[in-house]
């Protein structure tokens, strides 16, 4: 019999209890490292024992299937059958383990299946399995709750999610290593990528990476940031854009001296395994790959992952930086080199994240707002919760906040802080095109009166807020395919004047009541009250903004 931990326990029981509830299908949610396939055969226990009906368990590995079996019989003695390449005869037993492809062949042979249970099921390419058995409950676990066909999220399928440990809990209890993510500054700018269905444009991605500088420029973070403290190197896996980039990367560190291998799908089986192996022996070993030592792959030698690109999925971001995580008795931590802007996109690898609210709204996944925000040490460019005030890593002291402000307030460059065009664009997906483009002044417009008050606005900041606009304008036409025109460029100016003026005591210089000119002497005072204070501009005020509201509403119809 098996000890599940704590949270594997809690993690059954609430499936167990969810299912009991009415829900047929639900997701369960658990970090890679939480032991996945000791849950799989606790879950197939409870349901066997409870029930006359079969479990059916869909793994994507071969790796899984042998451990879920082993699992099934040395814990709770239930008799399996593996389901794979060259499986004929099916024997009636209590559960099932088979891999995807060959089990999609063979739904017809076997018996009734009560309970299905999905690994990786934010694939979502299961449609098959789930049409096989209509009358079955289905469990789906995955590490990241959310669908890789973004046309179809997972709600779509399964009504309920049940959480697991977050990884920051796993680290505690020493089931997954501690990790420190650097994000130098010095990379390819991610905000001037083009974007195609939802992912950055893997050509025009390898274009920019394939520059000599970002290639030499990999190996230098590497040197700056892959050594111990003894003057040996990190074993590291690379991630790179596509084979062509890997193989420019592996060739630069060869160049540079270091032991560096590339590995693509292309490569026999024989030839793979050889890299993996000397991957697996050599200390401080760099092994390129573009996007195939992903899910699965566990090597617990690894002290160094290097990102070398920009993804807006935080599926990948997470897949890959949590291959370094398996803990070994010699590892107290790995280093995760993030050389694509990903970290202050997605959150850290060790973030807290909400999965259910990813789960339940996926429409509206801007990612970098679900975690806490972070940002990088200017000093030794690792990656730190926002709030902190002094880099646990290098010591350096961040100026205090009244300070810091002060310093804002002087240069203006908070006003576009935190509005990320990539993120509001996902966000904005549903609606017309060009809301993000006026949306942006709003933000804008926004940020400024959170600064510096209804009353602080003059022209010397209203031109330094529509240069900024300006800015952001041209990052949203590029990723739109549009052209930077004086047609945009007066739409940013009207949004932003507009959203200006109805938040400040600001009126736009055309719109001001005309001033007379100064007199060369000081006149009399009048002996007579004062009319009512500044009622005639207060009318006019409203007036424009009115207008200046509705024409905006027109055109961002
Ligand atoms: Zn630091």
């Given at each position: 019999m098996l000890e599940l931990r704590t949270y594997q326990e809690q993690l059954v029981n609430e499936a167990s209890e969810t299912l009991a509830s009415g829900h047929r299908k639900i997701i369960c949610q658990l970090p890679t490292g939480g032991g996945k396939t000791v849950c799989f055969a606790a879950i197939t226990d409870r349901y066997t024992r409870k029930s006359a009906g079969r479990?059916?368990?869909?793994?994507?590995?071969?790796?899984?299937?042998?451990?879920?079996?082993?699992?099934?019989?040395?814990?709770?003695?239930?008799?399996?059958?593996?389901?794979?390449?060259?499986?004929?005869?099916?024997?009636?037993?209590?559960?099932?383990?088979?891999?995807?492809?060959?089990?999609?062949?063979?739904?017809?042979?076997?018996?009734?299946?009560?309970?299905?249970?999905?690994?990786?099921?934010?694939?979502?390419?299961?449609?098959?399995?789930?049409?096989?058995?209509?009358?079955?409950?289905?469990?789906?676990?995955?590490?990241?709750?959310?669908?890789?066909?973004?046309?179809?999220?997972?709600k779509e399928l399964y009504s309920e999610i049940v959480m697991g440990p977050q990884i920051?809990?796993?680290?505690?209890?020493?089931?997954l290593c501690q990790n420190i993510t650097i994000s130098p500054r010095e990379v390819v700018n991610r905000a001037e990528l083009a974007i195609k269905n939802g992912e950055f444009d893997m050509e025009g991605m390898a274009r920019t990476y394939k520059q000599t500088k970002f290639v030499k420029g990999a190996v230098e973070a590497y040197k700056k940031h892959g050594q111990h403290p003894d003057g040996s190197w990190m074993k590291t896996l690379v991630f790179n854009v596509n084979v062509d980039h890997s193989k420019?990367?592996?060739?630069?560190?060869?160049?540079?001296?270091?032991?560096?291998?590339?590995?693509?799908?292309?490569?026999?089986?024989?030839?793979?395994?050889?890299?993996?192996?000397?991957?697996?022996?050599?200390?401080?070993?760099?092994?390129?790959?573009?996007?195939?030592?992903?899910?699965?792959f566990d090597e617990p030698s690894i002290e160094m992952i290097v990102v070398n690109h920009a993804t807006m999925s935080i599926t990948k971001w997470l897949q890959e930086t949590g291959r370094g995580s398996r803990p070994t008795e010699f590892k107290s931590m790995f280093k995760i080199l993030d050389l694509g802007g990903n970290a202050i996109t997605h959150g850290d690898w060790n973030a807290d994240r909400d999965w259910r609210n990813l789960f339940h709204n996926p429409k509206k996944p801007r990612e970098r707002d679900q975690v806490a925000p972070c940002k990088s040490c200017p000093h030794c460019d690792a990656i730190i919760p926002a709030g902190v005030r002094k880099c646990p890593y290098c010591g350096y002291d961040y100026p205090s906040a009244e300070e810091e402000l002060e310093k804002d307030l002087g240069e203006f460059v908070i006003v576009t802080r935190g509005i990320n065009v990539e993120a509001l664009m996902a966000e904005n997906a549903n609606r017309k095109k060009y809301y993000t483009f006026y949306?942006?002044?709003?933000?804008?417009?926004?940020?400024?009166?959170k600064q510096i008050g209804k009353k602080g606005l003059t022209d010397e900041r209203t031109e330094f807020a529509l240069q900024e606009y300006y800015k952001l304008a041209q990052e949203w036409c590029k990723k739109n395919g549009k052209a930077w025109n004086r047609w945009h460029g007066e739409q940013a100016r009207e949004t932003l004047y507009a959203e200006l003026m109805?938040?400040?005591?600001?009126?736009r210089p055309e719109m001001r009541p005309h001033e007379p000119e100064p007199l060369p002497f000081k006149p009399p005072e009048p002996r007579r009250l004062p009319p009512p204070p500044e009622e005639k501009p207060r009318q006019q005020f409203e007036l424009f903004t009115n207008t200046l509201q509705t024409l905006q509403k027109i055109s961002s119809l």
């Open positions: 479990v059916f368990i869909l793994v994507h590995r071969i790796e899984l299937l042998k451990q879920a079996r082993r699992s099934l019989d040395k814990f709770f003695q239930i008799p399996s059958h593996a389901i794979k390449a060259g499986t004929r005869w099916i024997p009636d037993v209590p559960a099932y383990v088979g891999m995807v492809e060959s089990a999609n062949r063979r739904i017809a042979k076997l018996p009734p299946i009560g309970l299905v249970i999905i690994d990786e099921a934010h694939l979502n390419t299961f449609s098959k399995i789930h049409a096989a058995f209509p009358d079955a409950m289905f469990i789906g676990f995955t590490a990241t709750p959310i669908s890789a066909n973004k046309k179809k999220p997972l920051s809990q796993l680290i505690k209890e020493g089931a420019m990367v592996t060739q630069a560190f060869i160049d540079a001296g270091f032991p560096a291998a590339h590995l693509d799908g292309t490569e026999t089986p024989y030839r793979r395994s050889e890299v993996l192996r000397w991957f697996s022996e050599t200390p401080g070993a760099i092994l390129n790959n573009c996007a195939i030592l992903t899910a699965g949306n942006l002044g709003r933000r804008i417009a926004a940020q400024l009166l109805e938040r400040f005591e600001w009126v």
